[in-house]
């Protein structure tokens, strides 16, 4: 309903078929609320970084030809009001964090609770526009413009259809199947790639939960609390956590770090097995139950994935030391690419790969 409300709200404002409209925010309901409003409307959604420059701010909606834009609050809004005069063609900001902008000029903004309510008084009088657009989309209608990196670090900008969308997440699932019974923790911004088809298109393909953070700040606490099954962290956080880990064990006490150095080492012996394709002997069978139980367990509590069944780093390519390392520890976690040809991939990146 809430979809409905904005795709309604903006199309009373002037939103067509093929209009373009920017979303700035940090992850959040709103964010991915405000995108499916774009999309039944058939328009095209622009992710866009929040903690982007105004200059890379600015590219991207000019190429986005953006007529709206959805700010999170009042950093952003700023941003957006900064650059309007270049940007002639921005008809209207709309918020959805009301703190600080009372008094702003409201020629330009609009509260995302304004917008709503707008649209819910025009649903009887353009329930049929509505129920047109929706009849009219089809699969090779641009959802949406993925901002990503591609090889040497480049920004690449994806022009990806709905069925491009559809296709990945469909890939991804034909390897690891979801359900909906399984909760998936929104970490990642949904302006790139892998947020888009593993968090929001595999939401809505198979029922999985998605769940958010109360403010970044606090993200890997409300991870622990909802302790999800599918997990999509880049490459940058499992380094983060894998440095933790080591860092707090060399700061223990000698009892722990030789339990932990030990139970590691364990840990290590049965990556490499896996790896040459053989099984663990029964007797380091058990060592490992025991090290799991006393060391990895607590480990994988601690971070909030130890109910996590699906684990991946997406984006480019994980150090190979924090790859073993975090495997021993029983995380297992898969690399996953975006190829701009076949979607979700976990193989190697060639050139024509999404990298993040």
Known sequence: MKAKAISLGLMTLGLEAGNGVAVLADNSPEWFWSELGVQTARGIAAGLNPGGSA???????????????????????????????????????IYWREKGLQHYPQSVLMSI?????????????????FERRLHHGNGRDVAMMVFALGPKETLRIVPATHQFLITSAEAAL?????????????????AWFFEQTLGL??????????????????????????????????????????????????SS?????????RSVSIGYDRVDLV???RHASLPRGILYRVADFATFRPLRDKHGLDRARIIYTAGRPLSPEAFRFLHAIGINIQQVFGSTKEGITMARPADDLIIE
Request: hydrophobic share 35%.
């Open 174 to 190: 034909s390897c690891n199947p979801v359900c909906d019974t399984d909760e998936y923790f929104c970490m990642i911004s949904p």
């Open 55 to 93: 200059e890379e701010t600015k590219g991207l909606m000019t190429l986005a030809r953006a007529r709206f834009a959805l700010a999170q609050d009042q950093e952003q809004v700023d941003k957006l009001l900064e650059l309007k005069e270049g940007i002639p063609f921005l008809q209207k900001i």
């Open 253 to 261: 006490t000698w009892l722990k770090r030789t339990v932990f150095n």
């Open 201 to 250: 298109v595999i939401s809505l393909l198979t029922g999985q939960r998605l769940n958010f953070a109360e403010k970044a700040e606090t993200a890997l606490e409300n991870s622990r609390e909802i302790s999800p099954h599918i997990v999509v962290y880049p490459p940058k956080l499992w380094e983060k956590i894998t440095e933790a880990i080591q860092k707090n064990t060399n």
């Open 275 to 277: 790896a040459k394709g």
């Open 113 to 129: 609770a304004e917008l709503t309510k707008l649209g819910e008084a025009q649903e009887k009088s353009r329930s049929k526009d």
